[in-house]
């Protein structure tokens, strides 16, 4: 890399930086003291302006570098993140966003608990919520260190710790002094700029091929070494069947994960009723859908005019893909088309990173806050304001992310994402849908549908090979490797539905029938809706 590319890239990262943080000051300066201010932005964004945030929020690192790295490395088998990605919206669309925008206030906790005893229900849904959400942290910070230690020459490890560092800061900035109306004005201007590059590259590798999909498939398969094999499911998850059940496993995962994350959730809030969290969705949807479609076209672009061999050299989990594409568009390290495309493209996904932490920080620092501290606080001692608390939660939870990122920085941040999509369908979906849908559910069965999901989840991932047993391990010295898959999904999934079921069953507690009966009546109708 050039000292010229180098400077041009970090001179937009800096004016990208210096934007959304004069963004998040103007914003700041208005008066965050109320919660709904805070965690909501007042509930005033049109349907447009959030389909554009939801999409900004959805469309992460992990979309951006790593879904285009795992097409680029293996072919048809990274289509799976795609695919699993877009399809997740109709799960939205249809059962989630108009009845939780109708049912809650500001987290998915306010869902479950308006019909069950809200103490041990809150506790539960805010713990998982903070889970996932550091989980899903943890894949933007990789992606941000992998960038930018690209653009600092490839293997610099003190430049990517010291930009997890730099991402963590910053976030806790955002949310810390914007809430809820700075962040979704940063994921506007970030979905923009990511549509606006990704549309560039994906002219520009149509165009190198004459707009010949055919011939961009057949040099991509003759690039990669495997041939007709890469065109084809089986490259990396149809080896044995233990591949094939991680296949099912993390396209489980990724179609159910999307309807439990938190800061997808709270992004409903923000629309002033039911009709419009519907419409955000089905704008999001367009932008998403158009989104994912040209990440397949710059995989296979990678791996037709990189080769597989270029990307894994340059980063093992093929994250950085897109730049090293944009490079050679632009023809190459040494040209100054090369130096500018790629500038831009390193830019674009640093701010794809930054929009995207904003967003996950407050909606775990709003699960802290609102559902953590609202239920364990002792009613007679000193109170401090929810928002305040929030605040305080996210330097908490940056510092955990900065953590745990520097542990797992040479993981794919696509499959980091995976986990956290895992841990999301397996503890948050069951006793959403449970809670929307059916009418005998118990406060039991919603704590032990949590849990039950939740705990699987987590053990399993860690008695997987993406903690130890085998060379890519976060720990490869070491062996207590006892589950084969690397995605929980496909038994933890059921496990939190099951779990949710015989909590209910077995609870002496009746199942409250009048509160059901309003619950139902708001989800349809909005009547009584925050």
């Known amino acids: 890399m050039t000292v010229t590319h180098q400077t041009l890239a970090l001179l937009l990262f800096s004016a990208f930086v210096a934007v959304t943080l004069a963004i998040t000051t103007w914003v700041g300066r208005k008066r965050h003291g109320s919660a709904e201010e805070f965690y909501a932005g007042g509930r005033l964004f049109s349907p447009l302006e959030n389909g554009f945030a939801i999409a900004g929020d959805y469309m992460s690192a992990a979309s951006f570098l790593g879904i285009s790295g795992l097409i680029a490395l293996f072919g048809y088998d990274g289509l799976l993140y795609s695919v699993g990605f877009l399809v997740a919206w109709l799960v939205v669309l249809f059962l989630v966003a108009e009845l939780v ?63 997890v560092v730099g991402v963590g800061a910053l976030m806790v900035i955002y949310v810390s002094m914007g809430g809820m109306r700075a962040t979704t004005w940063i994921q506007i201007v970030k979905a923009v700029l990511l549509m606006g590059g990704t549309i560039a590259l994906t002219v520009l590798v149509l165009a190198r091929f004459h707009g010949d999909v055919d011939e961009l498939l057949h040099t991509a398969a003759v690039r990669s070494g495997h041939g007709s094999d890469f065109l084809v499911p089986g490259l990396k998850y149809g080896g044995s ?30 629309v002033p009723t039911a009709r419009a969290a519907r419409r955000s969705v089905v704008w999001s949807i367009g932008l998403i859908g158009s989104f994912y479609l040209m990440t397949i076209v710059l995989g296979f672009g990678a791996a037709a005019l990189v080769g597989p061999d270029a990307v894994r050299d340059s980063n093992a989990a093929g ?43 407050l909606a775990s620092s709003a699960s802290v806050a609102h559902d953590l501290y609202a239920s364990l606080r002792r009613p007679g001692g000193k109170q401090r304001s929810e928002v305040a608390v929030a605040r305080v939660a996210a330097t908490g ?43 005998h559910f118990t406060t039991r069965g919603a704590v032990w ?80 809706a925050a």
């Open 101 to 163: 925008r109708n049912c809650g206030r500001f987290t998915m906790a306010d869902v479950v608990a308006s019909r069950m005893r809200e103490r041990p229900v809150r506790i539960a849904a805010g713990t998982s919520s903070v889970t996932v959400s550091v989980l899903y942290l943890v894949a933007q910070m990789v992606g941000a260190g992998s960038l930018v230690a690209l653009l600092l020459g490839g293997e610099s490890g003190a430049a990517q710790a010291w930009t």
């Open 241 to 270: 069947w233990t591949a094939r059940l991680d296949f099912i496993s993390l396209g489980l995962a990724l179609v159910l994960g999307t309807a439990g994350l938190p800061h997808i959730l709270s992004r409903f809030y923000t």
């Open 319 to 361: 994250n950085t893909a897109v730049p090293l594409l944009a490079l050679h568009l632009g023809g190459g390290a040494d040209s100054t088309g090369g130096t500018v495309l790629f500038a831009v493209v390193a830019a674009v996904a640093f701010a794809t990173i930054l929009a995207v932490v904003a967003g996950i920080t």
């Open 397 to 439: 939870i940056g510092v955990l992310a900065i953590a745990l990122g520097l542990l797992a920085r040479d993981l794919n941040v696509a499959f980091l994402v995976g986990l956290a999509f895992a841990v999301a369908a397996s503890a948050n979906l069951p006793v959403l849908l449970y809670s929307l849908f059916w009418r």
């Open 449 to 528: 549908a949590v849990y039950g999901g939740l705990v699987p989840a987590l053990v399993l991932v860690v008695l997987s090979p993406v903690v130890s047993g085998s060379p890519t391990s976060l720990f490869p010295g070491v062996d207590f490797q006892f589950f084969p898959l690397e995605n929980p999904g496909l038994v933890s999934i059921p496990l939190g539905f099951l779990a949710g079921w015989l909590g209910t069953m077995t609870s002496g507690e009746p199942a409250d029938e009048a509160k059901h009966a309003e619950t139902e009546v708001r989800a349809l109708t909005g009547a009584g």
